[in-house]
């Protein structure tokens, strides 16, 4: 979602803590997969979003209807176009058909905003969604719906993948009373992995490789028409006309991009000055080969990073506290003594509204194959939950009116993984530990589970196809709800064991008790040796001991 409106302020809205959304995605081709999926990920990251799933049904429409465009960040009406005779099946971000999108936004030219167009980047997901079935079709659809009715947003980068392809999207408009955008398309190789995250990532387009790669034909002839670009067609990078690198698109965004390939790819290290800022060095590639393949729990802890075992670790610096918290609050961007800092913008972030990874799988029906992994909150002290694309319900803990930001609800998973991280905050490295094992107790079962619902739900299929949908609506919809049940167990359980700075002992999975029967006396931690030091020096003699 949003970065920054305008490149030349992208350091003010990145940092300055203006309520900006910020989102990060991955793409791993099939054979870059461990089981030969198609994934990608998604953050949808914002300090005004709910965590809650939509879905809308497949739909026959009558000759003559229209669909009212409402922005997907703001509510506002936009205007109506015409409807398609039918549209698909759509849960979250993925159709019945296997398909998925998702997004970062960039921002880019400001002048190149159309504010007059029906088409904001979110309607224009959750249209194509409805109305396309593959990965390239949903490049023409979304391509042709932005041409006939204009676009309204800024500069994005979309991931769309379906069961066989993953491809990385760019699109920005063509300025106020130019209906449509210049976009470019270029497909992942099935042997490698991208990422984007808040920043343009395509430079050169190969032109002449119609079978993996598309443009609109303007994309180059705008950029020389507006002063952007004057060299040869083959020298052309979309991201230095349309959206160039400042300091705020290398740290705050290429950053969360390389600390993704880093894992995969040792040499990525030969970057980081890059991502610091040093606009000498040559851009990262749009993609990697990594060095091994990626499971959807590679893809899912992925989301999780917090710059862990680089220089950036936001556990090191004074900032994660005496409980080495991988958080800051905003403002991002600070002052002291006339000098500005700023804290770093990890891939994990707290006010994420969803987090999900698309998992495409050519080789089943796709009412069984698509399986889109579900979180709320904060990926890192959140639980992927499946849910089948071919999903007749929503979970009651993700329902859109079961609660929102203004009203708590004890079965929201939104407001109980809220509820329990930010209890986490207080106490990350201890309590951590604590969410981590029970993380892992529900997507371990997961992982084990999804092969015999799978083969349970493809004997279904060959006999009943609505009975198998029924079967993984029923899977989907209870284990969501029952993994939300389990993370409430697990706030009050954190509560009670940590409770006023205190650490209950335990004994043979339970609290332990005196022979009595009364609470055994508390654990008291204290605080590292690097947090007492701090605090001695700042007090001085103060709090010497005499």
């Known amino acids: 979602m949003k970065k920054i409106i305008s490149v030349c302020m992208g350091v003010l809205f990145l940092f300055c803590g203006t309520d900006i959304y910020a989102c990060t995605g991955f793409l791993v081709g099939k054979k870059a997969s461990v089981d030969g999926s198609v994934m990608i990920s998604y953050a949808a990251d914002s300090h005004t979003l709910y965590g809650e799933m939509y879905r809308w049904p497949a739909a026959v429409w009558p ?111 063509k300025g106020a009373g130019n209906k449509g955008a210049v976009w470019v398309a270029i497909r992942i190789p099935d042997d490698c992995i991208s990422a984007h995250a808040n920043q343009s990532r395509i430079h050169q387009i190969p032109f002449d490789d119609q079978e993996n790669c598309m443009y609109s034909p303007d994309v180059v002839s705008l950029a020389r028409e507006k002063g952007y670009f004057n060299g040869k067609d083959k020298d052309f990078s979309f991201t230095n006309a349309y959206c160039p690198y400042d300091f705020g698109g290398l740290r705050g965004c290429e950053a969360r991009v390389w600390a993704f390939f880093r894992k995969y790819d040792p040499s990525m290290d030969k970057y980081e000055a890059l991502i610091k800022g040093d606009f000498t060095q040559k851009p990262m590639p749009l993609y990697i080969k990594p060095n091994r393949k990626l499971s959807v729990q590679d893809v899912q802890n992925g989301m999780r990073d917090h710059y862990e075992g680089t220089d950036l670790d936001m556990t090191k610096d004074a900032g994660a506290g005496p409980y080495k918290v991988p958080y800051r609050w905003r403002p991002m961007h600070f002052e002291v003594d006339g000098q500005e800092y700023l804290n770093e913008r990890a891939i994990a972030t707290q006010q994420s509204g969803f987090v999900i990874v698309p998992q495409l799988r050519n080789w089943l029906p796709d009412a069984i194959g698509g399986i889109l992994w579900f979180a709320v909150d904060d990926a890192d002290m959140a639980v992927f939950n499946p849910v089948y694309c071919s999903s007749l319900a929503v979970p009651e803990c993700y329902r859109a009116g079961n609660g929102d930001l203004y009203n708590f609800s004890w079965t929201s998973a939104f407001w109980i993984h809220n509820w329990v991280a930010n209890t986490a ?91 009595y029967g009364m609470p055994a006396s508390p654990d008291f931690p204290g605080y590292d040796e690097d947090y007492y030091r701090s605090i001695a020096n700042s007090a001085g003699d103060r709090l010497k001991v005499k």
């Open 63 to 173: 000759k003559g209807a229209f669909l009212e465009v409402v922005e997907w960040d703001s509510g506002r009406p936009l205007g109506k176009i015409p409807q398609v005779e039918q549209t698909y099946a759509v849960i979250g971000n993925m159709n019945e058909h296997q398909l998925a999108i998702t997004e970062s936004t960039w921002g880019g030219r400001p002048e190149l905003v159309d504010t007059t167009g029906i088409i904001d980047y979110g309607s224009l997901i959750y249209i194509t969604l409805q109305r396309a079935k593959t990965a390239r079709e949903a490049i023409k659809t979304m391509a042709d719906l932005v041409a006939d009715h204009g676009y309204c947003s800024g500069g994005e980068s979309f991931s769309i993948a379906d069961k066989n392809e993953a491809w990385i999207m760019e699109m920005i408009g």
């Open 425 to 515: 905050y207080s106490k990350y490295d201890f309590m951590i530990k604590d969410i981590r094992k029970v993380q892992q107790e529900l997507e371990d079962e997961y992982r084990h589970t999804i092969p015999a619902i799978d083969k349970a739900a493809a004997e279904l299929y060959n006999k009943n196809p609505e009975e198998a949908r029924r079967f993984l609506t029923w899977y989907s919809t209870t284990t969501a709800d029952k993994a939300t049940v389990r993370w409430k167990q697990l706030g009050e359980y954190l509560l009670v064991k940590y409770i006023d700075g205190n650490v209950k002992k335990e004994e043979n999975g339970q609290f332990k008790r005196t022979r």
